[in-house]
């Protein structure tokens, strides 16, 4: 059974601070890794990952995929409250092109 | 936008009644995705369509049906209502397909089932 497992579940953090979050995956046909924001609604997309140890970024956001330990890292620098959401990362298999999501990190972060 | 677009996006009925969720796109895209999200369980897939007429179930499809008639249009019914159903459903279709990593959802439906 594929899964993907996140954590940590929930964290606050304080204006400013950096902050990791961290996701495992385990899925037959693995393609990539991907990572989503959600706010109040939708989810939206933030990275795809599918080469190993090339680190994408996108402002203060970054991310890296380690396809041997099969895991990814989201970091966070400079946090602000609009950072303030929940984080998915989800796992796209070759077949079918599918997502299986993890439980998500809820971020907090306090002004 | 992706133009997707959930209908209806409130819903309660009682145990027991059929209850269909219609998801439109404008974008012709041949992928199409059923999702409920439920605390502690994040989003799973329920059904999802690779072409008109042609559909699949995911890993929580018991309970539930769909159907795509036209590219535009994936409907997801649920025959007999029951609680376990209350939930948040999303459509969503790959924008630029799935090389682009971008799934876009719909607004999303909240359903309670009393």
């Known amino acids: 059974e594929d899964k993907v497992v996140q954590s940590p579940l929930s964290l606050v953090v304080h204006e400013g601070d950096t902050v990791t979050l961290n996701c495992s995956y385990e899925v037959t046909n693995f393609r990539s890794l991907l990572w989503y924001k959600q706010e109040k609604k939708a989810p939206t997309f933030l990275f795809m990952l599918t080469s190993s140890g090339i680190e994408k970024k996108s402002g203060r956001l970054s991310s890296i995929l380690d396809k041997k330990e099969l895991f990814s890292i989201l970091n966070i620098t400079a946090t602000q409250t609009g950072d303030s959401a929940v984080y998915l990362c989800a796992a796209l298999k070759s077949s079918g092109d599918k997502l299986t999501f993890g439980t998500g990190t809820r971020l907090a972060v306090r002004p | 936008d992706a133009g997707i677009t959930q209908s209806p996006r409130h819903k309660v009925t009682e145990t027991g009644t059929p209850v269909t969720l219609r998801c439109h796109q404008t974008?012709?895209?041949?992928?199409m995705y059923w999702y409920r999200q439920d605390p502690g369980h994040g989003l799973r897939l329920i059904h999802y369509s690779y072409g008109v007429k042609d559909t699949d179930k995911g890993e929580v499809s018991d309970g539930y049906s769909v159907s795509r008639s036209k590219t535009e249009d994936f409907l997801l019914t649920l025959e007999s209502a029951t609680s376990s159903q209350t939930s948040v459903y999303f459509c969503?279709?790959?924008?630029?397909?799935?090389?682009?990593?971008?799934?876009?959802f719909g607004e999303g439906s909240r359903l309670t089932v009393l």
């Open positions: 969503a279709i790959w924008g630029g397909g799935a090389n682009t990593g971008e799934l876009f």
């Open positions: 974008e012709n895209h041949r992928y």
